[in-house]
């Protein structure tokens, strides 16, 4: 489990960008054709390691829309997985994605004609925001950013097994951040006032790089910071992250990843919970 040193910050950032956009096909499924829940769950995705695929949820028991990093590839498949159709995305405008996405779905006579990408929330600006065609990405990029995908839900699962109350680990379109929420502490009605998330996110105005955190919420009372231990990797950030965070710059300095990546991960959930 590691992360590759062979390629520039820069190009992580940029293809990371079409990825957000191109798993709004996903998340706009989830928004359109699914229960809504009011955590905004119905949008989100699980990634698929063995795969490499981001995958929506269940529509009525008859197909998934997906998204293969690789190849920068629409899915819909059964609900077993097997492939039903597939669109490069690659030279394609979000129009042209979205027109296929509905008649693959009615293929499998689920009524997709209200389909849009119009979402209830902004994600960073792209030149297909504009009906310009998404780039081709450069193959090994799309092939480390599975790799970050596959390590982050590897962590983050790691987590979700070791905390009874933890939810599945999940990507949300909004952030695109991969990360398992985790409350444990709770009032007298069962309600979480407590809690901790671990996961990685991407480049945005906390750090301008993809980097794993774990953040602290209580619900009647700030964390108190000045408490927290010192980390011999990454570092705290209480007013832009509430939590600690891990840059991947930082990471590709490490002799040891994995375990440098989780020793990071373990003394800040430590925090968490004594906070």
Not at 2 to 27: G, P, Y
Not at 105 to 121: E, F, R
Request: aromatic share 10%.
């Amino acid at each position: 489990m590691r992360f590759s040193t062979n390629i520039l910050i820069d190009k992580i950032n940029t293809a990371q960008l079409a990825l957000h956009h191109a798993v709004q096909f996903i998340a706009a499924s989830g928004k359109y054709l699914l229960e809504e829940k009011d955590d905004d769950s119905h949008t989100s995705m699980s990634w698929d390691s063995g795969n490499k695929i981001f995958y929506g949820h269940s529509i009525n028991n008859r197909a998934r829309v997906g998204l293969h990093v690789p190849t920068l590839s629409l899915k819909v498949t059964g609900p077993t997985g097997i492939e039903l159709a597939s669109l490069s995305l690659s030279g394609k405008t979000k129009r042209e994605g979205l027109l296929w996405l509905r008649q693959a779905l009615q293929l499998k006579q689920i009524d997709a004609s209200d389909l849009a990408l119009k979402m209830h929330y902004d994600i960073p600006e792209h030149p297909t925001d504009e009906a310009k065609p998404f780039s081709e990405v450069d193959a090994s990029v799309l092939e480390e950013l599975a790799n970050h995908r596959t390590i982050a839900d590897q962590l983050c699962n790691e987590v979700f097994t070791k905390h009874a109350k933890a939810s599945p680990a999940r990507t949300w379109p909004h952030h695109f951040d991969h990360g398992v929420y985790v409350p444990f502490q709770f009032n007298d009605n069962g309600e979480a006032i407590q809690s901790f998330s671990v996961g990685y996110a991407v480049a945005d105005s906390v750090i301008n790089e993809p980097y794993f955190y774990v953040t602290q919420w209580k619900k009647e009372a700030k964390v108190d910071y000045s408490k927290a231990p010192d980390l011999e990797y990454g570092e705290w950030l209480p007013e832009k992250l509430k939590g600690a965070g891990l840059a991947l710059s930082e990471i590709l300095k490490m002799g040891d990843q994995e375990k440098q990546i989780q020793e990071f991960i373990n003394k800040a959930v430590a925090f968490s919970k004594d906070a």
